[in-house]
């Protein structure tokens, strides 16, 4: 939840706290609108400078030949479609990972949900010989899985003082044991550590084929995700009023992490460990729509996707030629709003 | 405890004959208590000295890979052979060793500071992010500028400084808060080792036995160079932390007190957290981010020897944890070769989730 999260002992109206529908189909139109035009300029930018009426024609042209056409339609297109699935599902499982623990620090990469992904991905290779996308998120899945359940009994039951930081505490230490974990699995072995050292950072480049292996699972994500809103609405009243309202509350809170797992899963699975997004996504959906699940889930599946798309493009002009990868470019945005975060008065004990 | 004792001297306040008398009785069982845990820490200083020559012995006699006569490892160790026996044990096992002993060491000194100003065990330097700081500065030198002459150590302490101050200035508002230190410095160690991260990326292939040293830790590939550097920093270090030992011990009395006593505590705060800075980034700047070791060395000397002289004896609690980890790194069945920051921070993190879990009733802070 939020930071100035609704006292249970008082809960709002809520029509009254609800965002208005019209407002809230605005505020989707928008996002949609930049959305579209982040689309627009990943396709369009890049270190090879390729002129817009040249774009245009290749779009135009599926079937065109030509060293352009090849970079569009098996680099740049591909990857927009990545960012924007994997931001997406980044972005929705921020959100629904806050609003579920009343965490306003809660992102599957600060919690170490995507290190176990990760983790379990480096076991597979490793002992089952897997290879493929596919195997990669059944791996992901359930490393991630286990991750937040251990990260959630652990970070409930801390003495730090206060649940948000018992639970980034938790993901942290969890983080670093599977990191050494990792580190210990590959480290005899120098092709897999290097190819690891490549995934770990984070990055879209050259993943063109993960895309259809992982956005079935994506999709399914986001579709489980959205109806969820209302749940999410409820939930956020306290237990005891969503109980009397006739919710119950176990299950609906099981199968809201559940959805959050998958599609953290399906994210690190395709693109390795991003760090930030989701908690960024979440909180600017949230400034943008209020309180109401129902307007702020889809809005930070937007702002997750082009926050994502955009960290790609600056990571790719920054340098003249090479580029920085996603992931850094989002621990370079994210890091500052976490710190600005962290420093909110009501968020830690004083 | 010392101001305790002081007040009641005899002779400070000379009350009734049987007040007196039991005043008296009881600083005699005070003193007596005292010298019990003095006797107590000696005894523990030297088992764990015992414990770190047989670790170094261990260390330099089994070495990992390469062979070498026993009959060579003494005069070799003091440079007197030549060849391949030379080159095992003074040029790679002593240097590796002493390494992480000192190391070890100050990075025990480093959170032994921090946990002593902030009283909470959780803020070490690698917690709040010093050791990320550290290991951006100094990886940043090695990759573009690695000729510079001890360019290595005076990024990372620049970068560490850097950092120290970041997460200092971004976690005041309105007195510092421990949990928001904690939190700042988490968020920053992340952009830290993203950074690093980074630039290893582009480093290449040729370049990941570097890159394992400067992001999980490793005392692979010490020289003579990086143990005399660890050495006069530690000596430093050490000689700093003495004579901050009275302005730490009036400020664990409460600033108020502290300031009584004729403490600067604003002062003594700045220089200690420089110095824990300084010298986690020292060490990080040789043997790169060892996890965890500034973290538990603390709380395992204050269960040694009680939490008012755990301060003394962290480095030696670091120096065994780090020269340790080393020896299982290079020779444990199975696992080894890995980089000794894969161990610490295996045995390391569980006992940090330990640390997150006790409960201890009433306690706030």
């Known amino acids: ?350 | 405890m010392e101001l305790l004792i002081r007040s009641t001297a005899p002779g400070s306040t000379p009350g009734s004959a049987p007040a007196s008398a039991l005043r008296t009785a009881t600083l005699a069982r005070l003193l007596a208590d005292r010298r019990a845990r003095s006797r107590r820490t000696a005894l523990t200083v030297a088992v764990l000295t015992v414990l770190l020559l047989g670790l170094l012995a261990a260390s330099v006699l089994l070495g990992g890979v390469g062979r070498v006569d026993p009959a060579d490892v003494l005069p070799a160790a003091f440079g007197m052979r030549t060849g391949l026996a030379d080159y095992m044990i003074f040029r790679i096992r002593m240097p590796r060793a002493l390494s992480a002993l000192l190391s070890g060491a100050l990075f025990g000194l480093a959170g032994a500071l921090y946990q002593r100003l902030i009283r909470n065990p959780l803020a070490t330097p690698d917690i709040v992010g010093i050791s990320a700081g550290a290991g951006a500065g100094a990886a940043t030198v090695l990759l573009l500028a690695p000729a510079l002459p001890f360019g290595t150590p005076l990024a990372a302490v620049a970068g560490s400084l850097v950092l120290l101050g970041l997460v200092y200035a971004l976690s005041l508002r309105g007195g510092l808060n421990t949990y928001r230190l904690v939190l700042v410095g988490i968020g920053l160690s992340g952009v830290c080792t993203a950074y690093t991260n980074y630039l290893f990326s582009l480093a290449d292939q040729h370049s990941i036995a570097v890159a394992m040293r400067w992001l999980i830790g490793s005392v692979n590939g010490a020289d003579w160079t990086g143990v005399s550097t660890l050495a006069v920093g530690l000596a430093v270090c050490v000689l700093c932390a003495a004579r901050l030992g009275r302005p730490l011990g009036s400020m664990s009395l409460g600033d108020d007190l502290a300031t009584g006593l004729g403490t600067s505590v604003p002062a003594a705060r700045v220089a200690v957290l420089a110095l824990g800075a300084g010298a986690a980034a020292l060490a990080t700047s040789v043997v790169g981010p060892i996890g965890f070791v500034s973290l538990i060395s603390g709380p395992i000397a204050a269960r040694l020897v009680g939490a008012d002289r755990a301060f003394g004896l962290a480095p030696f609690v670091g120096a065994v944890l780090v020269l340790g980890a080393d020896v299982l790194a290079q020779n444990a069945p199975l696992i080894s070769p890995v980089p000794t920051g894969v161990l610490t921070a295996l045995l390391g993190a569980p006992y940090f989730v330990w640390l997150i879990l006790r409960r201890r009733p009433g306690a706030t802070s």
């Open chain 1, 1 to 350: 939840m939020y930071a100035t999260s609704p006292p249970a002992t008082s809960p709002p109206p809520p029509p009254l706290a609800r965002t208005s529908s019209s407002r809230g189909t605005a505020l989707v139109v928008t996002a949609c609108a930049v959305l579209f035009l982040a689309v627009v300029a990943s396709i369009a930018l890049g270190s090879r400078d390729i002129s817009p009426p040249e774009v245009v024609r290749i779009l135009l042209h599926p079937d065109g030949t030509g060293y352009n056409s090849h970079v569009l339609w098996t680099e740049r297109i591909p990857r927009t479609l990545l960012g924007l699935t994997v931001g997406a599902a980044l972005g929705a499982s921020g959100l629904m990972m806050q609003a579920l623990t009343m965490n306003p620090l809660a992102d599957p990469g600060i919690l170490g949900v995507e290190q176990g992904a990760a983790m379990f991905v480096v076991l597979g290779i490793l002992f089952l010989d897997i290879t493929g996308v596919t195997g990669y998120f059944w791996l992901a899945l359930a490393g991630a899985g286990i991750t937040s359940a251990l990260v959630y009994l652990i970070g409930t039951r801390t003495n730090a003082g206060s649940s948000t930081l018992g639970l980034v505490l938790a993901g942290v230490a969890l983080a670093a044991v599977m990191s050494s974990l990792i580190t210990l699995l590959v480290v005899r072995d120098e092709a897999v550590y290097a190819h690891l050292r490549f995934w770990s950072v984070g990055q879209l480049t050259g993943r063109a084929k993960v895309l259809d292996e992982i956005l079935p699972f994506a999709v399914a994500g986001l579709l489980l995700a959205l109806p969820f809103g209302r749940t999410l609405n409820v939930l956020s009243m306290g237990e005891d009023a969503a109980r009397g309202l006739g919710v119950r509350v176990e299950r609906a809170q099981l199968l809201g992490a559940a959805v959050a797992v998958l599609l953290c899963a399906a994210a690190t699975a395709a693109v390795g460990p991003v760090a930030f997004v989701g908690l960024v996504a979440a909180h600017c959906a949230r400034m943008l729509a209020g309180a109401d699940h129902r307007w702020s889930l889809p809005l930070s599946m937007a702002c997750g996707a082009i926050l994502l798309i955009g960290a790609d493009i600056a990571g790719r002009l920054v340098l003249g030629h090479g580029e920085i990868q996603v992931g850094v470019m989002t621990a370079v945005v994210g890091t500052p709003f976490f710190v600005w975060l962290a420093r909110r008065r009501n968020l830690v004990r004083v």
